[in-house]
């Protein structure tokens, strides 16, 4: 079972980038899914998180309006758009899931990408 993020890269300040991660191993399609990040000599932070059926998402409040997150269960894939990218975004991603309600804890998830790097310059 495994979940493989891709899509970071090189971005000026006010660009955009689209993050996937495609689970194998099983199905992922009722499971919660969720983006974290993190800087340099920082914790691992929410980003986002997605209920099985798309119908619910939610946000940290340092991305919202800028961040869209979505999934398609059929490609057992989960997405971040990513708009008006900030030097302050830059930081490693990571994917997660977990079969449990929704949170924005590391904890609850038992299921984690191997993270892709995000890198906004000024």
């Known amino acids: 079972v495994q979940l493989q993020a891709s899509g970071g890269g090189l971005v000026q300040t006010g660009g955009s980038l689209r993050l996937s991660c495609a689970g194998s191993?099983?199905?992922?399609?009722?499971?919660?899914m969720a983006w974290f990040r993190q800087a340099p000599g920082k914790e691992r932070e929410f980003v986002a998180d997605?209920?099985?059926?798309?119908?619910?998402?939610y946000y940290a409040d340092s991305v919202r309006g800028r961040f869209t997150i979505s999934r398609d269960n059929a490609k057992n894939t989960v997405y971040l758009q990513m708009n008006s990218l900030k030097p302050e975004d830059t930081a490693v991603y990571y994917c997660?899931?977990?079969?449990?309600?929704?949170?924005?804890?590391?904890?609850?998830?038992?299921?984690w990408g191997q993270g892709t790097q995000v890198t906004v310059s000024s």
């Open positions: 997660a899931a977990d079969r449990s309600r929704p949170t924005a804890e590391a904890s609850g998830y038992d299921y």
């Open positions: 191993g099983r199905s992922f399609s009722r499971d919660v």
């Open positions: 997605i209920t099985w059926s798309g119908g619910s998402t």
